[in-house]
Structures are given as C-alpha cells and as structure tokens.
C-alpha cells in the first residue's frame, strides 16, 4: 500500500510499504510494464522505517513544493491505437470527438504552462471536464486515469469551419467538411496542436501553386501528410525502419523516396527524389481523410517568411486572410507553438533535420561534468537553444532562422520558457562566435541580466562538440561540412577537417580556399561559385553568357565577374557546400538557390543511381584539400558523361578526398574515431563513402543520433563546450 504522486519535475514519487520481495518485485516491473510512451531516466530508491499510515494504494495531489532543477518535460505524443479505435467506434462516448487523447497520448509541451505537469497549469484548464470525463479521470482502473488532456465532445475544446472573413459555416461536421474543401480545390489553414498549417490537395497543382505563392516558396518541398501507411506506399518507397519511424509515437516527417511512379503533384517537391511525409498525428488529422478519396493532403506550417509558425487564432484571421479559402480552428490555446519534426533514415541511423514535435524538449543524456549547468543559443539558421544540467541536455523546439525580430522573439520566449520549466539558472551560455548574429546579443543580453559567463564556440567546433558527446568520445579526427560558419581568422568555413579532445580543437586541414564573387550573392547564384574556381577556363566566358538572364549586362559583366578574384577583392570560403552548388549550376540543376541547401540537395537527387565514372584521385598538400581539379573536370566532361555520372562522381570526390585527409589525420594521431557532421552530413551518398572508407581503416564512423547534424544541433555543441569550460 502507498501513494504515487507527481513532483514537480515531471517526475513521480512512489511511496510502498510492503514485504521486501514484493517492493522489489514492483520496481522491477516499472521496467518492464510501464506504459509505451514513458521514459525512465532514473530510479531512486530509499527504506524508511515502516509506518503503517497506507491502508490504500492512491495517487495524491502533486508536491509542487519540488519543482527542483532538472525537470522532464515530456513531449507531444501523437494519438495512441485505442484512441483511434475509439475515434472510430460508433458506441463509443468519444466517436467523432476530433481531441480524444488518454494517458498514454495527446498534446504535452505545447499546452504546458508551467510545471507540475497538471490540468490547471495547461491550457487544458479552460475546459471544466463533464461529470463523465471526470468519472474517468478519477477512475484508478481506466485508461484516462490522471489523463491531464482528458475532454469529450461536451466538456472539451470544439472545432469552427471559418470563411476566410472569419465567418463561421454552417456545418454539423467541420473536419469533414474541411477534408472535403481541400479535395475541390481549396486552401486551407488549420490549426494542430502547436500551431497552424497550411493544407491543399496533393493532386491539384493550382491549389499547391497557390499555397506556394503565400508562402513565397517557389520551390521548397512541402511536406505531405498521408491518409495510412498504405496510402504512402501508394506514391513513395517505405522501409521497415522507415515505417517504424512515421507510425512511432513522435510521427515525425520523413523524407521518403518518391517512387518511380509517383503520381501526386510534381509541385510538392520539385527536382528532388525524395518527398516529405507524415501520418496523422491528432483524431482532427485522422478525420479530414475521412469523405475524401485524397491519399495525401500538403500539410506545412503556416509561417509568414523567416516568421515563426503561427499559433494564435487572431494572428492567424489577420495575417492569413488574404491567402487561405478557409480556416479549420479549435479554441484551445496553444502554451508553446511547435513544428514539426522531420528525420531522414539510411543505413542504419535515423538523421534528424529538425528536432521539434514528439521530440523536444525530452531530454538527451549527455557527457559533460555532472554539476555544470549551462545554455547555448544556436547560430543563425535552424536555431534552437539547449539548456545542459545534470548530464542532461534539453532542446528547444525548431526556431528557425533567427534574421527577424519575430523569430529572435520566439527564441528568447522559448528559451526562457524552458529555463521556467526546469528550474535552472545557468553559470556560462555558449555563444557563436560571430559577432554579428542575433544569437549573440542574445547571450550578452542573458550575461547581463544575471551572473552567466559568455563562451564564444567556434562554429564548427560545435558541431564537433556535440558529435563526441553524444558518444561520449575522449578525442576525434572529424569532418565537418556545411555552407557557412565564422571561422576563427574572421573568414568564412564550412570544410573542415578538425581535431577535438577535452581540452579544444584544431583544425587540422581543409578544403582550398575559393571565392565567393560578390559575397552573399555567390550562395544565392552558384553562377559565380563557377565563375570564381573556372575563371581560368578558356570556355568559361562564353559557358556563362550562354546562362541567359543570369547576366543581364552580358560580356562586359561576366568579364568584370572573372577579373574579381584576381583583384583580390573577394571573400573566400572554404565551404564544402558552396563546391556542390557550383557542381549543382554547372549541371544545370540550380542556377538560383530559393531555399538553404536547394542545389546540393538537388545534385544528390540527380546522382541517385550513378556510378563513379571519373574517378578523380583526391589532391590534398599540407591539409588543403584541392577542390578547382574535380570542378574542371566535371565541366571539361559535360559534353561526354551523363549529368547523373557527373553528379556522383563529383560527389563521390568530395568523400574520397575528405576521407583520406581525415584518415590521415587520424594514423599520424593515433585517434580511433572519425566523425561526420554538419548540413552535408545530411547527403546519402557523401555520408555512405565516407563510412565505407574509414571502416576499411578500421577506425569508428561516427555520426549524430540524438541531434540534428546541421545547425539545429549547434546549441547543444555551444552547451558542452560551456560545461567543459567551467
Ligand atoms: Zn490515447
Ligand atoms: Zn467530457
């Protein structure tokens, strides 16, 4: 007999008394039996002299007193088995009711307003629970026991069809309604449980031009949401473990291999061989399919550009009116607006892009010094903060790119919501070192308001950092490849070649250093990646006047272009990803980037089932990894070998030469591990070579697992380092 009881933290407190055997017997099936959803960091047990006061066994009111550092906020979990059997029963009390959830799923971190995780403290506290749901929640012997989401039809939040002036329609059944709008034709906003999103057909491409149009996102791939898994295997390949991941409780956003046949429309994902798709997450989701003959609607956050995800129903009249037909709004509010979480799955890792719904802010066991508690802040793009404390690392949610006040906004709102939640006042907060980035006004802002120790983190050190404590690896020999980070000189890097232990890092080699005509304007036309590397070329001038359009002021221009470097007026970059997009706009696939990372991902769509035809051999001298060789040669071969030959072999380079820098780094050090990290680590084919080359040396591949490998990650790397450093 005893009592269970939440402490603050997210955490329970079981108090028995009982035999010694059956106490032992208890804590061993809380292993074994607890429910699918749990997670359990820590046992603690102690043996107080026996009472007798427990004449039952109960769950009591939470200790609120405890809300200590260190907290465990659980995640949003997407809706069980035996809630969709439920949704679907038409005996059931809950038939049709779009919100049903129980103990075991429903919404978590973006209704939680503050800890202990309980009713009142969520936005669920707005709707008093009917007799009949309150019978359950009280019920030890029912499945919606302290179920804090608990709601029906009666009690719970409802659900408005809106015309786009916010007028309400007449319907009985609005999420039917709304599934059938989309398939005529209809754009729609509709808001999940950490935010709204943009829906149309997958099969009518107006409506998904129109929806691309609002979002000012002329070729970004949209994610897609499927009616059931066999509704995806219709139009995409699924693995086992890639089925495993989109049915698992986070249902994250895939990336999927398109398949041959793909039918739906080729404006989702444009140029790209794999397309993003999710299940249904919510009962409302679940619904929508419901009078539609639709396998798959486009379901993608709705945020303005470079804005966060919308969340409020007033932002959401206001600012998308002008876009959508209609609205599909529910009126809870929502605590912490969330998107979604998309993974990507080859060989035998699961990569995360975006680490958000289902997933943050659960934390990650890490390996850095027990009693250090420390913040960082991200970089620019992709940001999300991580707070470390007690070997536990917790993430926020995706941010985004923090270039607007509204996404600065976002993060320290998110960032200090975090620190709310867990209790803890960090003594350092990593920083990038970049002067400039919003992030780090941020860091200087929090040094300033308490007593916090600034870190300044090499960009891809951190990534780095966070690579060997997620494995928890003494020292490494690492590749890391990206587009951009402040290098230590001021210059721009993005593949490096760098040593790391405990006490720092060294960036032992590179790729040459190449320019970047015009600055900034290089990443977004490639053109003048080409022009700077090939402005050697005999070919080149007439190569780019022939890019019409691209070069409005013709000869005059590209010659002023190529004479540049020479001048020395340029920034150089060492960027790995600024070589594939010159090799991407060469081949023709991407002369204009529209979105981050558009014409690497398009080079390794077109080198999906090629083969290493040019097999150039790696040129590298003291560390300097040559990059101007594979680049001539490729556009010395346009004419003879396929595009896809081309693309491949040119990747297959990148790997080759990477490898045996790192390999050699790695013997002339004695290190046994190898890793792979930034935005490039996110390419299939680079990620696969590099693995088969160093394990034919013996040495560990080692790449992310719990983090993302592109900025996403670089929190938690600033983190780390801040905790070795204090
Ligand atoms: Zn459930
Ligand atoms: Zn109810």
Known sequence: MGFVRNLGDAGVEVVLEGTQDSISRFIKQLQTDRPPTSTIHQVDTTYPPETGEFKEFQIIKSNESRVHAGSVIPPDIAICDNCLRELRDKRDRRYDYFFITCTDCGPRYTIIDALPYDRPRTTMREFEMCEKCLGEYKDPRNRRFHAQTVACAECGPLVTLLTKEGRPVDSTDPVRAAGRLLERGAVLAVKGNGGFHLASSTLLTEAIVRLRKTKFRLQKPLAVMAKDLEAVKSFAEVTPAEAELMTSYVRPIVLLRKRSDF????????????????LPYTGLHSMLFDDTRERAFVMTSANPPEEPIIKDNDEALAR???IVDYFLVHDRKISQRCDDSVVRSFGDTTTLLRRSRGYAPAPISVAVPKNACTLGVGGELNVTSCLIYQGRAYMTQHIGDVETLQTFEFQKEATRHLLMLTGCKPEAVGRDLHPLFSTTKFAEELAQESDIRVVAVQHHYAHVAALMAEHDVEEIAAICCDGYGYGDDGSAWGGEIIF?????YK???HLEPQPMIGGDLATKYPLRMVAGILRDNAEITNWLLERHGYFPHGREEVNMILRQPSAGKVPLTTSCGRVLDAVSAILGLCYERTYEGEPAMKLESAALGGKDSLNLKPVARDGVIRTTNMVHEIFSNLWRVTLRDLAYSAQSYMARSLSETAIATATELGVKSIGFTGGVAYNEQITRTLK??????GLRFLVHVSVPPG?????FGQAVVAAQHS
Not at 500 to 504: E, F, L, P, S, V
Not at 692 to 697: D, F, G, S
């Open 500 to 504: 790391a232990d405990q006490t720092g």
């Open 507 to 509: 960036r032992v080699g």
């Open 320 to 322: 998308l009116k002008d």
């Open 263 to 278: 039918d739906l429309s080729e404006q989702i994902a444009p140029g790209l061989h794999n397309v993003g798709v999710m």
């Open 692 to 697: 088969t080359a160093v394990e034919e040396e």
């Open 711 to 715: 900025d996403g990650g670089i929190s």
